[in-house]
């Protein structure tokens, strides 16, 4: 029975491994081809994401769920083709906060306040993270959008060796039970410390960038970790899917990404 056990705990330990081993390069290769290929990443993680975002808020009409997707699609869409091919078609977005509300007058099945929910929800969660993701490529360069992703899998990593090793106070008992706030203040260090040398020698970031996105990334990527996990707890569901084996959903793997990517540009450009 001990053999069985453990032979299970392995593969599982290999298929999650492997998975996010091939979703990591996957992830490099979209940032560094092509901007094109960014911008298809970000449309396959809207489009994937608000899918799964209604199962968690329990929506029964399937040609809401269908319209939601294809609105966040193109909310997305609008605004950063605006931004690749310099044209004005993010004035699309303007039309967007009417669709919840005519939406809900002809459904008899859902609510205002879970049409609402789920469009909006769409929108801000993922277009608009999405669109600053394909936007600070631009802006400044793949290898700043890489680094992004980096510090958050550094504080991911990190958080959890700390968190094994020394963790005994709840961080967030109510939403996520396993994080601790030891775990977190040791993913802060070593992700902090790590940009910090990092920046002595790359000559395109500068330390005061680098001390700038280090903290940002890791305080708003594990906020919007928790706010899934939030999601989630009230769906009552362990994971937000399962199109990534050992890993769960898109949701679960992005969520820090999509709430970090905002604020990090927001600093980069007031810097």
Request: aromatic share 14%.
């Amino acid at each position: 029975m001990g053999g069985f056990f453990y032979f299970c705990i392995m593969k599982e330990l290999l298929i999650r491994t492997l998975s996010g081993a091939v979703l990591v390069a996957l992830i490099i290769a979209c940032i560094f081809i092509s901007p094109w290929t960014c911008w298809a990443l970000a449309l396959f993680i809207v489009g994937v994401g608000t899918f799964e975002m209604s199962r968690l808020m329990h929506l029964q009409s399937r040609w809401q769920l269908v319209f939601g997707v294809l609105m966040a699609i193109g909310a997305f869409a609008a605004a950063s083709l605006g931004l690749l091919s310099d044209k004005p078609f993010s004035a699309i977005l303007l039309l967007l906060p009417l669709l919840p509300f005519l939406m809900a007058l002809f459904s008899t099945t859902d609510d205002f306040k879970s049409i609402a929910a789920y469009h909006f929800g769409a929108v801000v969660l993922l277009s608009l993270p999405c669109f600053f993701m394909v936007w600070l490529r631009e802006l400044y360069s793949p290898k700043m959008l890489l680094l992004v992703f980096i510090l958050l899998w550094a504080n991911d990593t990190f958080a959890y060796l700390t968190g094994r090793l020394l963790g005994k106070h709840k961080l967030f008992e109510r939403i996520s039970p396993g994080k601790t706030i030891e775990g977190s203040v040791g993913g802060l260090v070593f992700t902090l410390v790590g940009v910090i040398v990092f920046s002595r020698y790359a000559d395109w970031l500068s330390i005061k960038e680098a001390i700038g996105m280090g903290l940002i990334a890791v305080v708003f990527g594990t906020l919007g970790d928790l706010c899934e996990s939030m999601l989630k707890r009230q769906a009552g569901v362990k994971d937000s899917g399962n199109l990534i084996p050992g890993h769960g959903g898109i949701l679960d793997r992005f969520d820090s990404v999509l709430f970090a990517v905002p604020f990090v540009f927001v600093y980069l450009l007031l810097l």
